[in-house]
């Protein structure tokens, strides 16, 4: 009787296809339901500049370093304004459910920059715009805010502003978040605006690229003895599976690897700050720059290469036992000198 050796099978299913991303701009298909009182954006975007280390007061009841200045791994993203330049209502379909497009807002004065991804008309007719949303108010079940982001005010060097949709929540009522939505177009938001230091946060991001890469590398497949029975290769698996069905798609094969959309849930949010000067290094961010205006420091290691659009939204599935919600000290950060 031989011996059976069982092992885990290699890589993960809960992540394909792996193909490369869509779009660099990831895409959000789960906006949490966050009662905060009054109405707000419920996300962010933000780019990545690098990475620091930060000695940081340990503020969890619980843990054994409570109290005690302890060394943490950071991200450091820089989160110029997002311009908000319209907004739009949606509805439920009667046949499927899916959410439809009733209404669209812009704003009436709209800066140059947009007119490198939109075609910006000569006059924006609000009044009319807005008799569309008094026709939907009734129906509509959720606003989204139209907003850009604004390149040119951070160190990532180019002018092309990316779009996003990031719904407007905070409160039940559909009427506030109009009022709401009113109340922004043509105006910036900031991220203190959007998040406070302390909380939870998920992160959204394309992750790195890195080409077309085989199956020991992909799939961490064993390499096989360097004899002469294995004269088809070592780096490779050794059989693809039966005949019938044809197409094994469980069988790791070579592909693309990285430049794939990935969540990260439950990042803390240590700070955020308004003047980039004091957390850039001298020299800059390495392959970044300077960062020149609000940025954010989020616990440990994000998604992406730098310069890369990071999207921030409050979390989707929150722990049971969150961390304490209190901004948490920042003692000391690495970029800083001594």
């Known amino acids: 009787m031989g011996l059976k050796i069982n092992r885990p099978r290699r890589?993960?299913?809960?992540?394909?296809?792996?193909?490369?991303?869509?779009?660099?701009?990831?895409?959000?298909?789960?906006?949490?339901?966050?009662?905060?009182?009054?109405?707000a954006l419920l996300g962010f975007a933000a780019?990545?500049?690098?990475?620091?280390?930060?000695?940081?007061?340990?503020?969890?009841?619980?843990?054994?370093?409570?109290?005690?200045e302890v060394v943490k791994a950071v991200t450091v993203l820089d989160a110029p304004p997002l311009f908000v330049?319209?907004?739009?209502?949606?509805?439920?379909?009667?046949?499927?459910?899916?959410?439809?497009?009733?209404?669209?807002?812009?704003?009436?004065?709209?800066?140059?920059?947009?007119?490198?991804?939109?075609?910006?008309?000569?006059?924006?007719?609000?009044?009319?715009?807005?008799?569309?949303?008094?026709?939907?108010?009734?129906?509509?079940?959720?606003?989204?805010?139209?907003?850009a982001t604004q390149p040119h005010l951070s160190g990532i060097g180019k002018k092309t502003p990316e779009l996003l949709e990031i719904p407007i929540g905070g409160v039940p009522n559909i009427d506030e978040r109009i009022k709401f939505a009113?109340?922004?177009?043509?105006?910036?938001?900031?991220?203190?605006?959007?998040?406070?230091?302390?909380?939870l946060v998920d992160v959204i991001a394309v992750t790195k690229g890195k080409g077309w890469q085989g199956v020991v590398k992909r799939f961490g497949v064993t390499i096989l003895p360097r004899w002469h029975k294995h004269r088809k290769g070592h780096r490779r698996t050794g059989t693809i599976g039966p005949q019938a069905p044809a197409l094994m798609f469980t069988q790791?094969?070579?592909?693309?690897?990285?430049?794939?959309q990935r969540t990260e849930y439950n990042k803390r949010l240590l700070k955020i700050g308004e003047n980039?000067?004091?957390?850039?290094?001298?020299?800059?961010?390495?392959?970044?720059?300077?960062?020149?205006?609000?940025?954010?420091l989020i616990?440990?290691?994000?998604?992406?290469?730098?310069?890369?659009?990071?999207?921030?939204?409050?979390?989707?599935?929150p722990p049971r036992r969150a961390p304490p919600t209190t901004e948490p000290q920042v003692v000391w950060v690495s970029s800083q000198q001594p």
């Not at 394909?16 to 660099?24: M, N, T, V």
């Not at 500049?49 to 843990?63: C, E, I, K, N």
């Not at 439920?92 to 899916?98: A, C, H, M, Q, V």
């Open 11 to 39: 890589g993960s299913m809960g992540v394909y296809p792996r193909k490369r991303a869509a779009d660099i701009v990831p895409r959000v298909r789960t906006w949490p339901d966050v009662n905060l009182g009054k109405p």
């Open 276 to 296: 980039g000067a004091e957390i850039t290094p001298k020299s800059g961010f390495p392959h970044y720059g300077v960062i020149k205006g609000p940025y954010i």
């Open 299 to 317: 616990q440990g290691s994000l998604p992406g290469a730098r310069k890369r659009l990071v999207v921030l939204r409050h979390p989707a599935r």
């Open 85 to 147: 330049w319209g907004f739009r209502l949606y509805t439920l379909d009667p046949t499927n459910g899916y959410l439809r497009s009733a209404a669209e807002v812009w704003a009436g004065e709209l800066p140059k920059h947009l007119s490198r991804v939109l075609t910006l008309p000569e006059k924006v007719d609000v009044d009319k715009q807005m008799k569309q949303v008094e026709e939907y108010r009734d129906v509509a079940v959720e606003v989204r805010a139209l907003v």
């Open 182 to 199: 009113i109340s922004l177009l043509g105006k910036t938001v900031s991220p203190k605006d959007v998040f406070s230091p302390g909380q």
């Open 252 to 260: 790791p094969r070579p592909g693309q690897m990285g430049f794939h």
């Open 47 to 68: 780019y990545k500049a690098g990475m620091l280390h930060a000695v940081v007061v340990d503020d969890r009841p619980t843990s054994p370093l409570y109290g005690k």
